[in-house]
Nanobody, 121 residues
Framework: QVQLVESGGGLVQPGGSLRVSCAAS????????MSWVRQAPGKGLEWVSS????????YYADSVKGRFTISRDNAKNTLSLQMNSLKPEDTALYYC??????????????WGQGTQVTVSS
């Protein structure tokens, strides 16, 4: 069965960096786009970033562009998100999601359990 397991979250000071990862299993990882989606306390889901199957293209929300970098290792079935210059508003539960791309939109069919990122002094 499809499994997505996030790790690497934690508490970091504003301006700091953190790297979260997602270990995928149960499907052909290199056949799917993958994404990071986050949910801040008391708010709805917010798309953060997506990456194509071969990592040839990456996409970012305006709120994280220039600060976050998405990457994948298809040999290790791993998705990562490097987060730099973190701000308190980046505090959220970060989800890894298997992604379907259709007519210029992303849809998500499987999610991990999430990893908490807290940015605070």
């Amino acid at each position: 069965q499809v499994q997505l397991v996030e790790s690497g979250g934690g508490l970091v000071q504003p301006g700091g960096s953190l790297r979260v990862s997602c270990a995928a299993s149960g499907f052909t990882f290199n056949s799917y786009y993958m994404s990071w989606v986050r949910q801040a306390p008391g708010k709805g889901l917010e798309w953060v970033s997506s990456i194509t199957t071969g990592a040839g293209s990456t996409y970012y929300a305006d709120s994280v562009k220039g600060r976050f970098t998405i990457s994948r290792d298809n040999a290790k079935n791993t998705l990562s998100l490097q987060m730099n210059s973190l701000k308190p508003e980046d505090t959220a539960l970060y989800y890894c999601a298997r992604t379907l791309y259709d007519t210029n939109s992303f849809k998500y069919d499987y999610w991990g359990q999430g990893t908490q990122v807290t940015v605070s002094s």
